[in-house]
């Protein structure tokens, strides 16, 4: 056994027999944010520090994933200092470091793996690699600190859509998912075929407030489908179709085709996650990821989940987008019934 890893037993063993107090860091680089989170117990986020990198992508219209990590360590050592600052901790007081090792941008993940593994190193501190998708489902946690598995959750974010069964705390499965694009990804490509800034979803969930959900009809017959797959190509090119003849017509009108686009999406997601409520008949659903910020999606889950007869939640928008607090609080719990990662934890582009 190395020095490190005869440190970090005793540390692990306070660190278990101590779970309501433990600080734990959270690090998250998987893709555009530089995250650094310190969390107390399971749910308390003493502090939260985020660099978003929207404005150095922006005029790419989408992540540069060279630029990415390079921000990223540009930013990862103020970012982590100001959380520390901001919680009114000193590294010292870190009982665990969790970071995000997968799915995501490859060099990006690296960025944060290398520097939680520097840090955990030289503060003789266990540290765990985290499953981003698994990070958003346990924000959860952080706005519902009572909810307990089972329970089913939606993560829909620019990368993933699927729809989990949470067995226990470290324990989910998939029950399905998209075929095609993710959710935030058809969002933000028929946002910017309509001129708007990366990413896309917040901008067209803001000019759809003034626009008709019924004026086109960009429904898919495989979404409609009794099963939990789903497909966002066909709208996307329905949309794209729809905008170049209305065009042509010269009855264009950008916020109707925001509308029926951002409405149809949601439409489809709200109907796969109660359907999986009915399939299963497990009576909590939850949603995760940064498309779950949207106010029309969390309005009518809450809707349907009510005349469902199931218990919704969903974390509050902050934690949506990807933040670190998740990945603490998903690392704290793996770290509670597992092993700590290996000084060679590796990074990886998927899950
Ligand atoms: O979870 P996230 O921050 O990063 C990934 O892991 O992908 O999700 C980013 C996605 C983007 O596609 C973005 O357009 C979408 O979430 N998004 C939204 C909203 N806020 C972020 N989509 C719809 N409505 C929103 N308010
Ligand atoms: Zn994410």
Do not use: W
């Not at 308390?44 to 992508?57: A, D, F, G």
């Amino acid at each position: 056994m190395s020095s490190y890893e005869s440190i970090i037993k005793n540390r692990l063993e306070r660190y278990r027999a101590n779970p309501d107090n433990t600080i734990t860091l959270g690090i998250e680089t998987s893709c555009d944010d530089t995250s650094a989170a310190l969390l107390r117990g399971k749910t308390e986020v003493l502090s939260m520090c985020t660099n978003s990198q929207i404005k150095l992508h922006q005029e790419f219209g989408g992540v540069v994933p060279e630029l990415a990590s390079r921000d990223h360590v540009r930013n990862l050592y103020p970012v982590v200092s100001e959380a520390l600052k901001m919680a009114g901790l000193k590294p010292e007081d870190i009982d665990a470091i969790a970071v995000t090792n997968r799915p995501g941008l490859l060099g990006s993940l690296l960025t944060g793996v290398n520097f939680a593994k520097g840090m955990a190193y030289s503060l003789g501190i266990p540290f765990i690699g985290v499953n981003h998708i698994y990070g958003h489902i346990m924000a959860n946690y952080l706005s519902a600190p009572d909810l307990t598995p089972p329970f089913l959750c939606l993560i829909a974010s620019g990368g993933h859509t699927q729809v989990a069964q949470v067995n226990s705390n470290c324990n989910y499965e998939i029950l399905g998912g998209t075929c095609d694009d993710a959710a935030g990804e058809a969002l933000d490509k028929i946002a910017r075929a309509l001129g708007l800034p990366y990413p896309g979803g917040p901008h067209l969930e803001r000019i759809a407030e003034d626009g008709n959900e019924h004026a086109y009809n960009f429904r898919s017959q495989f979404n409609e489908r009794n099963s939990l797959e789903l497909s966002f190509s066909g709208i996307k090119t329905a949309a794209i179709n729809a905008m170049n003849a209305s065009e042509i017509k010269g009855d264009f009108r950008i916020a109707d085709v925001a509308a029926s686009f951002q409405s149809s999406v949601i439409n489809a997601l709200v109907s796969k996650l109660i359907l999986a409520g009915e399939m299963t008949r497990i009576p909590k659903i939850a949603i995760a990821g940064g498309v779950s910020s949207n106010g029309l999606l969390r309005k009518r889950l809450e809707d349907e989940a009510r005349a469902h007869g199931l218990d919704f939640y969903c974390p509050d928008k902050k934690y949506c987008t990807d933040n670190a607090a998740m990945i603490a609080c998903a690392g704290r719990l793996v770290l509670m019934e597992n092993d700590p990662s290996p000084l060679s934890l590796d990074a990886y582009a998927v899950d």
